[in-house]
């Protein structure tokens, strides 16, 4: 109770300088979550159980030409493929530039292969039974404002009409949600009403999708629906998802080596920072430490207080740069929706935060504290 009482006092009785030394903590600990959540959201794309089971088809030539919906039958009857189907992406906005919508055009099968989709009866049949439909995913509803049965116009110049129109007009026959919940950041529409309407590309889709009973066959599997096309104007090349994932993630920047040396500055100049701060709290206390001594605390206990100081001082700015960048992930992911690469702050990146918080307050506080530790009473009594 005594070594608590003492650490609060060390903190408050500096006020003005502690509390801007916490905020400067606190702004280095929300660049350390936003970037944690930047990194886990790239790193994370397709690292699932059910990734772990999916195939992916795509063009080996131009992704922009894209392949066949031909094929979709030959991919299904593959000996090992439990379900297929296919997917072409579609962009566009919604009333301004400032409220872009990205979705899927889907075909038979596609929620067989992604089975974290929740949707319920009555929008599944509405959803099939309805041309031009969409399913809108409830995160992106939710930021639309828009609700079951209304009209939406989704202005798309990418994929142009065959009237020459670059809007595009859906009915919303419900909503879904998903695990993980980013994905509900998304329309989800019939491929038939997409490849109808528009003026090019038609019969084309952007990927088939496979699902497997086994990874360990998925090396033969996509062998044979490779080999559907081989030496065709169209041939593909089908890996697991998450190999793809990986695979475009690598492609973009080595984002561990960006991250990390960012971080690795910040706390550098964080330890430079805190430790001047508690260098100079331990010069100013100078006679306080000859007076605890006096009263019985040995250079142990001056050290655990200088210790526990800086700890503290930078557990409680760790602990609001956290609680801000959770903030930020939340209000940006529910503004922007998927085209911010942010993962949530997860527990992981709060224990990281924390424990890299308690480094660096004993890597800060070990000179002082030692210096305080071995301070001799008459030193300090000298400066009262």
Known sequence: MRFAHLLWAGLTRRKGRSVLTIVSIAAAFLLFG????VYGAFTSVGRNAAAAHRL???????????????????????????????????????????????????????????????????AWRAYRRTQMAVLAGRMMAKRYHWTVGEQIPIRAPGFVRRNGSAVWTFLIAGLYTSKPRGMENAILMHWSDLDLG???????????LERIAHTRQATEIA?????????????????????????????????????????????????????????????????????????????????????GESVLMLVLGALCGLAL???VVVGLNLRQGPHVPL??????????????????????????????????????????
Not at 251 to 273: E, P, R, S, W
Not at 276 to 284: C, L, S, T
């Open 198 to 208: 528009r003026a090019a590309h038609r019969g084309r889709v952007d990927a088939f």
């Open 56 to 122: 992916v088809t795509l063009t080996r030539g131009s992704y922009m030409v894209g392949l066949p919906v031909g094929l979709y039958g030959k991919i299904r009857a593959v000996p090992g493929v439990r379900a297929a189907s296919y997917v072409s992406g579609f962009f566009g906005t919604y009333q301004s530039l400032q409220q872009p919508v990205g979705g899927e055009a889907i075909g038979p099968g596609y929620f067989r292969v992604f089975p974290q989709y929740t949707i319920a009866p009555a």
């Open 325 to 327: 960048a959770r903030g």
């Open 223 to 307: 062998r044979r629906i490779d080999a559907l096309s081989a030496n065709s104007s169209h041939e593909t090349k089908t890996q697991l998802s998450s190999a793809l994932a990986a695979r475009t993630v690598r492609q973009v920047a080595d984002l561990g080596l960006i991250v990390y040396g960012i971080m690795g500055a910040v706390f550098f100049t964080l330890v430079l920072l805190s430790g001047n701060a508690i260098a100079y709290a331990v010069r100013e206390r100078t006679p306080e430490w000859a007076i605890l001594k006096t009263v019985g605390f040995t250079g142990e206990a001056i050290l655990a207080v200088v210790l």
């Open 34 to 37: 936003l970037l944690a959540s």
């Open 343 to 384: 993962a949530p702050v997860a527990q992981l990146i709060w224990v990281q935060g924390l424990a890299l918080a308690v480094l660096v307050g004993l890597v800060a506080g070990v000179l002082p504290a030692v210096r305080a530790a071995h301070q001799s009473v008459t030193e300090g009594l000298r400066n009262l």
